[in-house]
């Protein structure tokens, strides 16, 4: 396999019953070293007229960082070998889009901060969209986001349209979008997840169902399977808020790549992954992370505090492998 996730339901023939459509997988390419180099959703749109070939061949669409895409064709490309698959650059025929809000999860953790109230495109419960969730046999649809309920839903569109349910009104920039996450602590794509680098455990790929730890052998698989068995995890990717000495936020003073550490400790906590405003991202060693509120600092900017914060998504797992690292 190539891919860290299961896709053998894209070549299963639609069920006859009230969810026709196969619901999108994310799924991540890695190296051979079992490190990060992109991530996938991928998307099988069922039309009522879509038929088989003779060879069951089925087509499939892929949502990915748009920063990377000629390498990553290129690296697609070249692991085809002789494989009969076309691959082919759609980029310009459709957009992905994102709706979020409140009022679109049925979990709603009221840890989240106000800011954050505003983002999306509407506040109230959107049944129609729920409904939308589970598919019908006409056209472009909504899917829930396959990682977390709390990112709301996601679809592919044709370029030049709006998609169903969404108003002009309450349009909003990726910026927003970008905010949504970084206080739910989820990357995405190349630029938030160092290419070549990161561990995809460790960027809480496990818990956002980009992993199949049944599917049997694919590239990188070596890495992730020992240490998901090894059962702990010691660096984690977390919500980061950056504050003054008196606790006051602090606006645009951090960038990404800037180490912590822990003045009471003395010892590197990890870096900041992806910093906007006063928000962030980072992967820091639990350990450190949670010893104190106040011992957190951006090195070289002391007087920048970095309050880490746990996502209010994480399995209660990933709790007691926290409690586990401290004692170590």
Same mark, same amino acid.
């Given at each position: ?35 990060f180099l992109y ?36 690296? *697609? ?21 994102? =709706? ?31 409904s939308a969730s ?26 030049g349209t709006t ?15 970008? *905010? ?115 011992? *957190? ?22 709790? =007691? ?8």
């Amino acid at each position: 396999g190539l891919l860290s996730n299961d896709v053998r339901r894209f070549g299963e023939a639609p069920h006859e019953d009230n969810s026709p459509v196969v619901p999108p997988v994310y799924a991540a390419l890695l190296t051979p070293q079992g490190r990060f180099l992109y991530d996938f959703f991928l998307y099988r749109q069922s039309r009522p007229e879509e038929k088989l070939d003779r060879n069951g061949s089925v087509e499939i669409l892929a949502d990915v960082d748009g920063s990377v895409l000629d390498e990553l064709l290129a690296t *697609l490309k070249k692991y085809r070998l002789r494989s009969k698959v076309d691959i082919e650059n759609v980029a310009e025929d459709f957009y992905c889009w994102q =709706r979020y809000g409140r009022g679109l999860s049925e979990k709603t953790p009221s840890v989240e901060e106000p800011v954050a109230a505003s983002v999306g495109w509407r506040g109230g419960d959107d049944r129609s969209g729920n409904s939308a969730s589970h598919g019908n046999d006409v056209g472009w649809q909504w899917f829930k986001d396959p990682r977390l309920d709390c990112l709301g839903f996601r679809g592919i569109f044709p370029s030049g349209t709006t998609p169903p349910l969404v108003e002009s009104d309450k349009e909003t920039d990726e910026e927003k979008y970008l *905010l949504w996450r970084l206080e739910k602590g989820v990357a995405e794509g190349s630029t938030e997840i160092p290419k070549g680098e990161a561990i995809p455990l460790e960027y809480n790929f496990a818990g956002l169902n980009a992993i199949s730890f049944d599917k049997g052998c694919y590239v990188g698989q070596e890495l992730i399977a020992r240490t998901h068995h090894r059962g702990v995890i010691r660096k984690r990717l977390l919500p980061l808020k950056f504050l003054d000495n008196n606790g006051n936020e602090v606006e645009r003073k951090v960038t990404a790549g800037s180490e912590v550490i822990n003045t009471a400790s003395g010892k590197k906590t990890g870096s900041v992954t992806t910093a906007f405003g006063f928000c962030g991202m980072g992967v820091l060693r639990l350990e450190e992370a949670f010893k104190g509120s106040d011992s *957190l600092t951006i090195l070289g900017q002391e007087d920048i505090k970095v309050e880490a914060i746990t996502a209010a998504w994480w399995p209660s797992e990933w709790f =007691r492998d926290q409690q586990h690292t401290a004692v170590v």
